[in-house]
């Protein structure tokens, strides 16, 4: 009997690629339903070998409203002084990005890989999506790094909406606003 591959479980965050150019604008790319958020990142990240890529999960960064959540925590905890510095957002090269999503994306296409067993279908096509979203970033040699937007929580700090075209992975500002 063949095992079932794992199912991503419900969920109510979207996963964004944030990007920044060089004059440190910030736009956003939105992946889909954060199947792959940071906890499963993480996961995942204990299966990759050191040499290959960076961990999935070093490719996420908090948002803004997390990054001031955990200050407060750390702050209000009273054993540690946290320097702000440490919450910042870390801007990557592409290059890092797509080395990890390449090395996932063989690793999946293997028949007898866990990350394969693993990783669902819908799983994958965000990563494609990825792929491709950082395929362009790299052309434009603007910077990046993955962001999970829970439900309700705003996403001005993510700037303009950016749509990547499948079809020769374009990017293209979109005419709306985002919502508050």
Do not use: Y
Request: hydrophobic share 40%.
């Amino acid at each position: 009997m063949a095992r079932e591959r794992w199912r991503p479980e419900p969920t109510t965050s979207t996963l964004f690629v944030l990007l920044r150019d060089d004059r440190r604008r910030v736009r956003h790319v939105v992946i889909g339903s954060a199947l792959l958020d940071v906890d499963w990142a993480a996961d995942l990240s204990m299966l990759m070998p050191e040499s290959e890529a960076p961990p999935l999960c070093e490719l996420f960064s908090d948002t803004p409203r997390e990054a001031r959540r955990a200050f407060r925590e750390l702050a209000d905890l009273g054993d540690v002084d946290p320097d702000p510095a440490d919450f910042k957002q870390e801007w990557l090269p592409p290059a890092a990005g797509l080395a990890t999503v390449n090395w996932l994306l063989s690793e999946v296409a293997q028949p007898r890989s866990k990350i394969r067993r693993l990783l669902h279908a819908l799983a994958t096509e965000e990563l494609e999506r990825i792929r491709g979203v950082l395929v362009a970033a790299e052309r434009e040699r603007w910077e990046f790094h993955l962001a999970e937007v829970r439900e309700r929580e705003g996403r001005r700090f993510a700037g303009r909406e950016i749509v990547v075209g499948p079809e020769n992975n374009e990017m293209h500002l979109t005419i709306r606003r985002l919502a508050r």
